[in-house]
Each structure stands twice: as structure tokens, then as C-alpha cells.
């Protein structure tokens, strides 16, 4: 966004980058970055940064993932370390380091994207396909670019703010590398950054020859495009596009439901059978203290307590519930999900899949027995009790327990208009400028555009309530 994304993190973003897939030169030109991209391996070594930043602990590899669980009633911050008591509390200042390095990791990853999408590489006419292949990656890019601004209008976007709707400030959608007459942006509406989602996944799509997808779920695929397409097309009410695209995915992702058997040693291994896409965690990556698997065990960093409503949600014979144990001073822990350090982060799975398909066939048509085939596929594949019909609530309901932990709870809590259940008002210490309780258009739907972008950009327009 602003020129120290641009160049500080995105750069930063390359450097680091796997050199798996070739090698690009880290004096990389700042203002003419794309000089020095001259084959679709280097255009992959970009790519490779950009996913690079998506683990960091600011992004994927932390943040993002927990934000989702401790700003609902799903879990608390018990202040063991510092971290994530403001945005558990829901009020953070435009100063705080949770959601702000969350914000210009997201920026350098859409940096690095862009070099990629801007690049001009001419075709190879010695390398069959070369062509194709480079339009593949330049897809990879653009469905990467979709995610990212996705998951900033959801954190930072004022659609549930103050009567907010689709005409409220979004966030600023950046489509070019260090463009000299967009230094600054403005924030697009929410409806307009919807609509650059989709015409970038949609684009995508139309660039992306299936014959390079080859199975590898560490890597966007066209499969993954649709995933994200259905993602998106739910959280803003988007029902038959929610309903076509999960649907893509569950007919030809060659993804599969994990049996009950296999759900709980499924968190223990990467690329299991149920995953679409998931970013790769190798030693490199290895987060340490800041990682997931710290922050939700009873570790020095163990802030992250499960609040023991999520834990009732559960019947005896759900293996879900298994994933929530007792530990120290008798208090809860996720210790089913993110149980090493340097597991993958799954992004996408076939059961999300399955739930957007129910929940968008029965939002279109209440008597579509798809909606409770699929609601019941997830239930009784854990050893629930199935569901004897569908509704909005039991929809929810099954999306809190099969996607506990995986930051998904805040964002379905205010798509659907709902005011934040306080389930314990001591440990969730929830409050709205001294009000009791949090309700829906509070200006703590939504994270305060950080303090630094302020001051960088003169266009740049502060969040209500901040």
C-alpha cells in the first residue's frame, strides 16, 4: 500500500523465499522490479514469497488464525504472555501490534503478487507450453492477490459497522507494484473490493490450464480458485455463487470427508486426504514460541484458552470434542489442532466445503435435500447425533464445532448479523467503550486501520470508533 510495504516487507518477502524453484537475485531493483524477471522460474520464486509471508506468525501462521476463535465465544486470551489481550478484548487502539502486523503482512504478500501479475515475460518459443505455464502462474497470483484482499475487508472493512452495508469504506484493493500515481490509495467500498475478488478469481480461472494443477495442494490450484470463490460468495450472501463454486470443489477437487477414525490423526500429518490447500511449514519455517501450536498449549506463550461453552457444544460421542482437553489450574486447551510447531496450516478443506454447500442450497431453497445430506455427512462422519432437519442455527452450530480453532467463528457471527455472545463476561472481558457486551455494528466488528498507515497516507480514513 504504502511504499515501506512495497519495498521493506515484499522485498523482504523475496529474499527469503525458497530457492526450490530457482533463483532470483535479492538485489532486486526497487522501481523497476520486474527487469529482473525473465522466466516463469523466476516469476515462481515470487510466488514462493508471497506464500513465505502467508506463514509468518503476523498472517497464517498465527494471527489471523486465532483472531476468528478469541473474538467470539469460542475462546479467551488469559494474558499468560501479553499477547492478543487488546483484540480478545476487542479494544485495541490503531497503535496495538496484533492486528497491525497482521495488516502489512497481507500488504506484502499482495506486493509480491503484483510483480507477478505486471510482469512481462515474453513466451519462450523453444519450451512447449512455456506460455501456458506462465498465464498459469500469473493465475496463481491473482487468485493469491483475491485471498488476501478477502481477508483484509473482513478484518478492517466497516460492512458491519454503524448500519454499514456493501457502500462502506472496504479497504484499498491494490492491483500494481509500486504504482507512482497510486502511492496513496483510497479505500474502495466493501461492494467494490467483492467485486476486484471476483474478477481477479474469475480471471484466474480463465488463465489457469488444469493440466498444471498435478495434485499439489501446497500450491494454488484451479481447485483451490473455486474454494476461495466459495469462501468469499458465503460470507457476503452470494448463494448460488457459494452453491456452484463449493460445489466444483467437492465434485472434482479429489478431496474426500475424513471418517471419524481418521479426524483426529488427521492434525498430526500433512496433506491428508480431506486437505485442498495448505501452506507449507518445513524447518525453515519453524515458528517457535510464536507459533500456534504455543499459543494454544499450556506453554509460557499459552494464551489462548478455550472457553468452556465451545466445549459443551460437543456430545460424548463426537470425536471433535476429544480435540479439547483439561490441563493446567483446570482450564481448557485446543490440543487436537496445531499439535507441532511445524505442522502445515491447512487453509482449505473439504468439510468447509461441504457446510458452505449446505448452507448456500438451503439459503436458496429450504427444501433442497443437499442441505441436509451434506449438514449430516459432516455430523455423523464425527460420531454426532444427524440433524432430523436444517436450519440457520444448526448450520452454524456444526460450523462452530468442525471449524473451532481454524478462525472461522467472528466472520460467520457477523456475516449473520448476530451480536456477540458473552458466554463468560469475566474471562472474554468483552466490552464497547464501557457498554456491557458487544453488539452487532459495534465499531469492534472491525480492527482500526493501523497507526503507521495513517501517518504515511494521506488518503488513508480511520475506522469508526478509533
Known amino acids: ?74 475462546a479467551y486470551a488469559n494474558g499468560n504472555s501479553g499477547r492478543f489481550r487488546t483484540s480478545a478484548a476487542m479494544d485495541m487502539t490503531n497503535a496495538d501490534s496484533d492486528a497491525n502486523d497482521a495488516f502489512l503482512r497481507m500488504y506484502a504478500v499482495i506486493a509480491n503478487c503484483n510483480i507477478i501479475i505486471d510482469a512481462n515475460i515474453v513466451a519462450d518459443p523453444n519450451i512447449v507450453g512455456n506460455e501456458a505455464e506462465i498465464n498459469y502462474v500469473k493465475g496463481q497470483a491473482l487468485a493469491l492477490r483475491a485471498l488476501v484482499h478477502y481477508d483484509l475487508v473482513r478484518m478492517y472493512g466497516q460492512q458491519h459497522v454503524a448500519g454499514g452495508d456493501l457502500n462502506s469504506l472496504g479497504v484499498a484493493y491494490v492491483k500494481h507494484f509500486l504504482d507512482v500515481d497510486d502511492m496513496k490509495p483510497k479505500r474502495s467500498t466493501a461492494g467494490e473490493v467483492k467485486s476486484f475478488i471476483y474478477s481477479d478469481l474469475d480471471k484466474a480461472l480463465s488463465m489457469m490450464d488444469k493440466a498444471f494443477d498435478k495434485g499439489n495442494k501446497k500450491a494454488v490450484r484451479t481447485t483451490m480458485v473455486y474454494a476461495i470463490k466459495a469462501r468469499v460468495a458465503l460470507y457476503f450472501g452470494d448463494w448460488d455463487i457459494a452453491k456452484v463454486s463449493s460445489q466444483e470443489v467437492i465434485n ?60 459443551n457444544q460437543f456430545s460424548s460421542s463426537d470425536v471433535r470434542g476429544n480435540m479439547i482437553t483439561i490441563q493446567e489450574r483446570l482450564r481448557l486447551r485446543n490440543t487436537g489442532k496445531f499439535v507441532k510447531v511445524d505442522i502445515n496450516v491447512v487453509l482449505f478443506r473439504f468439510e468447509e466445503m461441504l457446510l458452505i454447500n449446505a448452507e448456500s442450497s438451503f439459503r436458496l431453497n ?32 456444526e460450523r462452530r464445532k468442525e471449524l473451532c480453532f481454524e478462525g472461522f467463528r467472528f466472520d460467520d457471527i457477523a456475516r449473520t448479523k448476530m451480536n456477540m455472545p458473552v458466554v463468560d463476561p469475566v474471562k472474554q472481558t468483552y466490552d464497547d467503550l464501557g457498554l456491557e457486551g458487544i453488539t452487532y455494528g459495534s465499531s469492534r466488528y472491525a480492527f482500526p486501520i493501523p497507526l503507521k498507515e495513517m501517518n504515511a497516507n494521506a488518503n488513508a480514513i480511520q475506522n469508526k470508533g478509533y
Open 1 to 74: 500500500m504504502r511504499k515501506i510495504i512495497y519495498t521493506s516487507l515484499a522485498l523482504l518477502g523475496l529474499i527469503l523465499s525458497s530457492c526450490t524453484d530457482g533463483d532470483l537475485d535479492p538485489k532486486l531493483s526497487i522501481n523497476k522490479p520486474n527487469t529482473e524477471i525473465k522466466t516463469v522460474g523466476d516469476l515462481k520464486v515470487v510466488l514462493g514469497g508471497a506464500y513465505d509471508i502467508m506463514t509468518t506468525y503476523a498472517y497464517y501462521g498465527r494471527n489471523v488464525m486465532v483472531f476468528g476463535d478469541v473474538r467470539s465465544d469460542n
Open 252 to 311: 472434482n477437487s479429489g478431496a474426500r470427508i475424513l471418517t471419524a477414525v481418521e479426524y483426529a490423526e488427521s492434525f498430526k500429518a500433512n496433506l491428508q486426504p480431506n486437505s485442498i490447500f495448505e501452506l507449507a511449514f518445513t524447518s525453515d519455517d519453524n515458528r517457535g514460541n510464536d507459533s500456534l501450536f504455543r499459543i494454544y498449549n499450556n506453554t509460557a506463550y499459552g494464551d489462548i484458552v478455550v472457553l468452556e461453552d465451545l466445549k
Open 366 to 397: 429450504a427444501a433442497d435435500p443437499l442441505a441436509l445430506t451434506n449438514l449430516n455427512l459432516v455430523a455423523t462422519n464425527r460420531n454426532a447425533t444427524p440433524y432430523m432437519s436444517v436450519s440457520i442455527d444448526n448450520i452454524l452450530l
